[in-house]
């Protein structure tokens, strides 16, 4: 299905205000279609002015759709007796009420036109099933109403508003409705509103209520500075949206000016209370603070761990005893890593080519020692889990220490790592250019510490692992392959 950007781009010869006037509408046309309780159809002329294509189409949240079938795409050619084409022409509503049938089901239809200054620029047709039609309850009527108002706004220009704010989560018409008269007097408020209301403190009605006033006694001004006052948010002189906070206490607010003949006649405000939603956010808040101060505690225990096995195997006379002690070091240090990247994390996964780069720089530095040897990354190994992270720390460090201690033994050289990512697994290449492989060497019967905890590791992974001497030169391979 076409976008309504590649429909107006490629059938139409609005300009570029024009075409974000109707973006505008299309990001705000929900609430009239709730409050109308109607399927809308955006309807843009095409250069040919007898053809109009649908560029957009949304259906009400607040009942049933008359419209199965996504019409975007769709065109109709100009007829005297089309609702679209008379209403762009005209300028002017046109309706019928005569119950067409859409699906089997009645509907009248509305076609208002789209205004921008004194130019019709494109049609909004407007579907509403009178199936089972019987007298609309106070909310519906308080609903339809309003949407007529809002139709007759888009039909001059005045809405939507350009210049608002746009709040995540906005309020719905669902969430809580109210209408206020040009003073700010509630005239209507829906049972999900007055909810809401209540919630927060108030005991009676919120009908005939100053409500700038009464919100105010809920939310007082603060001592700091603010953008507007209560009063001024909800005085429906301006199109507003923004959350009020007072204590443990948050209200969602939107509010949408009513226009008449160009005066000022109300205002709608759309209402949330989300206490319960910022106190579910702030226990996750503290949460994940409370998670990443536990692995910055880990990695400070652990890197006191490895400083103390590191001042033991310096005080060590056997030269066994001291390079156990080494390497335990090294592998305390690899998971003392992971930890220190998961303090930083905001989530349970890790960017490991952070973990491996100071896995590498560890590997440098204990190989400083007795020779110049480089370990360095090439690619990257992407987003890990938390509980991968850490086995694959420790299989990284063993190979390159392997690497380091064997392949290369006393002389220079390079450990390069390798990672790629293809059809859901990790591939890891850790490539030497020492002296490789004895013959006779044979991984699965070696008695190495590290390649045991290599080959438990992966296993653990569900992964593979092989080791063997380069067909490209000089030099050991290692390739572990993991399902990610």
């Known amino acids: 299905m076409p976008s309504m950007s590649e429909i107006v781009a490629e059938h139409t010869d609005l300009d570029d205000a024009e075409q974000r006037w109707l973006k505008l509408l299309v990001s705000e046309w ?47 050619a100009y007829s005297p007796e089309h609702l679209v084409s008379d209403a762009f022409v005209s300028g002017g509503t046109t309706s019928t009420s005569d119950g067409k049938l859409m699906a089997g089901m009645p509907v009248d239809t509305h076609a208002i036109p789209v205004k921008l200054g004194e130019r019709v620029i494109a049609v909004v047709e407007q579907h509403t099933s009178v199936l089972g039609v019987r007298a609309p309850s106070v909310l519906e009527q308080a609903y339809l109403d309003t949407g007529a108002q809002l139709a007759r706004m888009v039909s001059t220009g005045t809405f939507p508003t350009p210049g608002e704010t746009n709040l995540a989560m906005n309020p719905r018409v669902g969430d809580g409705f109210i209408k206020i008269d040009a003073q700010g007097d509630v005239e209507y408020a829906s049972p999900n509103a007055l909810s809401a209301y209540r919630r927060l403190g108030l005991i009676g009605d919120l009908v005939d209520e100053h409500l700038p006033t009464l919100t105010a006694t809920f939310f007082p001004a603060s001592d700091g500075p603010v953008d507007y006052s209560v009063e001024s948010v909800l005085s429906g002189r301006a199109a507003r949206r923004g959350e009020l906070v007072s204590g443990d206490a948050h209200l969602m607010l939107r509010v949408i000016p009513l ?52 001042m033991q195997a310096r005080r060590m006379t056997s030269d066994e005893a001291r390079v156990a002690l080494e390497d335990a070091t090294s592998r305390v240090s690899a998971i003392a890593i992971v ?15 952070k973990v491996a780069d100071g896995l590498l720089r560890m590997v440098g530095d204990v190989s400083a020692s007795w020779g110049g040897v480089t370990a360095r990354r090439e690619g990257s190994f992407g987003a890990v889990s938390a509980d991968m992270a850490t086995s694959l720390a420790m299989v990284v460090t063993e190979l390159c220490q392997n690497a380091v201690e064997h392949g290369l033994a006393d002389s220079s050289g390079e450990v390069r790592v390798v990672p790629s990512t293809a059809h859901g697994h990790l591939r890891v290449e850790i490539i030497d250019d020492g002296r490789g492989l004895p013959p006779d060497f044979d991984a699965r019967k070696s008695r190495s510490l590290g390649l045991q905890i290599v080959s438990t590791l992966i296993a653990e992974m569900k992964g593979t692992f092989e080791l063997g001497n380069r067909a490209d030169g000089p030099g050991t391979l290692a390739v572990v392959d993991i399902p990610r």
């Open 339 to 353: 930890h220190e990247t998961l303090s930083q994390a905001f989530d349970e996964i890790v960017d490991f080519d």
């Open 259 to 310: 226009v008449e003949d160009g005066e000022r006649v109300g205002a709608i405000v759309l209402c949330r209370d989300v206490s319960d939603l910022r106190s579910k956010e702030r226990q996750l808040v503290t949460k994940d603070a409370t998670i990443r101060e536990i692995h910055h505690r880990v990695k400070n225990n652990l890197q006191t761990v490895a400083a103390l096995l590191r």
């Open 30 to 76: 929900q609430l009239l279609a709730d409050l109308s309780f109607s399927d809308l159809v955006l309807w843009v002329p095409d250069h040919d002015p007898n053809v109009f294509w649908a560029a957009a189409q949304v259906r009400p949240t607040t009942g049933a759709t008359s419209l199965f079938d996504d019409v975007v795409g769709d065109l109709i």
